[in-house]
C-alpha cells in the first residue's frame, strides 16, 4: 500500500461508545497530523506528533485522546462524545514539523464520523 | 494569527472557460503556500508549494502563482473532470498550516 491510509471510511457511534480511529502512512515521514473537517469551515488542526512526541494540541476536549506508537501509526481515541463532533476526520504525514514546516502533508481520505 | 480566506466560495464554468481562484493570506514569515484539491468523499490532494512572491508553479491545466499578500490558482480550458474543491493552506512562524475555507468548482460539460 502507498500513501495514507485510514479506517474505517465511516463509524456511527452513540454518545456512550468508545470507538478508535487508526491511520497509517507508508512515505516514510517523520510528522503525524490529525485535523477535524466540518461542512463550509476550514480543516481544524487537532493533534501534531513528530517522531512519535505530540509537539502541538490544539485545545482539543479530553474526549478525543490520540495516540502514536511509532512513526507509521496514528490512533485517534474517542468516548463519549457529542453531536457537535460529527464531522469528517482526516489523517495527514510530512516529512518534518519542526520549525521549517514547508513541507507538504500528505493526507488520507478521512472517516467520516456521526454521533447520535 | 494567520489567517487564509478564499474567494469566491463557490464557482461554476462551462468546459473551456478559463478563470482564476483567489487566496489572501495574513502570515507572520511566511514558510510556504500551499493548494491542495479535494474530491467529494476524499482527503485533499497535495497540488502545489509555493515559497516567495513571484513564483509560479504549472501542472496540467493549473497554475498557481503568489505574491506577498495573494495566491492565485489559474485554472485554463477547465474540464468536467476539473470539479473539486480547492484548498490554499499558509505556513508560518506558528509552525502548523492555517488552511483557507475552499472554493468549490464545478466546471459543466
Known amino acids: 500500500e502507498t500513501g495514507v491510509t485510514q479506517t474505517p471510511r465511516h463509524l456511527v457511534m452513540g454518545m456512550t461508545n468508545k470507538k478508535s480511529l487508526k491511520c497509517e502512512q507508508h512515505?516514510?515521514?517523520?510528522?503525524m497530523y490529525w485535523y477535524k473537517q466540518s461542512a463550509k469551515k476550514p480543516l481544524e488542526l487537532m493533534f501534531v506528533?513528530?517522531?512519535?512526541?505530540?509537539?502541538e494540541n490544539n485545545s482539543v476536549p479530553s474526549r478525543f485522546s490520540p495516540e502514536c506508537p511509532n512513526s507509521s501509526h496514528l490512533f485517534l481515541h474517542l468516548h463519549t462524545l457529542q453531536p457537535e463532533d460529527s464531522a469528517l476526520y482526516l489523517c495527514?504525514?510530512?516529512?518534518?514539523?519542526?520549525?521549517?514546516?514547508?513541507?507538504?502533508?500528505?493526507f488520507g481520505d478521512g472517516t467520516r464520523l456521526s454521533i447520535l | 494569527e494567520d489567517q487564509v480566506t478564499q474567494s469566491p466560495e463557490a464557482l461554476r464554468l462551462q468546459e473551456g472557460e478559463s478563470s482564476s481562484l483567489n487566496c489572501s493570506y495574513t502570515v507572520s514569515g511566511l514558510r510556504g503556500l500551499f493548494w491542495y484539491r479535494q474530491d467529494p468523499g476524499k482527503g485533499p490532494e497535495f497540488l502545489f508549494t509555493?515559497?516567495?512572491a513571484g513564483e509560479e508553479k504549472e501542472k496540467e491545466r493549473l497554475k498557481a502563482t503568489l505574491t506577498k499578500k495573494e495566491s492565485f490558482l489559474h485554472i485554463t480550458a477547465p474540464k468536467p473532470e476539473d470539479s473539486a474543491t480547492y484548498l490554499c493552506?499558509?505556513?508560518?512562524?506558528?509552525?502548523?498550516?492555517?488552511f483557507g475555507s475552499g472554493t468549490q468548482l464545478t466546471v459543466l460539460p
Open positions: 495527514a504525514s510530512s516529512q518534518e514539523a519542526g520549525t521549517a514546516n514547508n513541507q507538504p502533508q500528505h
Open positions: 493552506a499558509s505556513s508560518g512562524s506558528a509552525r502548523q498550516l492555517t
Open positions: 512515505l516514510g515521514h517523520n510528522a
Open positions: 506528533y513528530s517522531l512519535e512526541e505530540r509537539v
Open positions: 509555493l515559497y516567495s
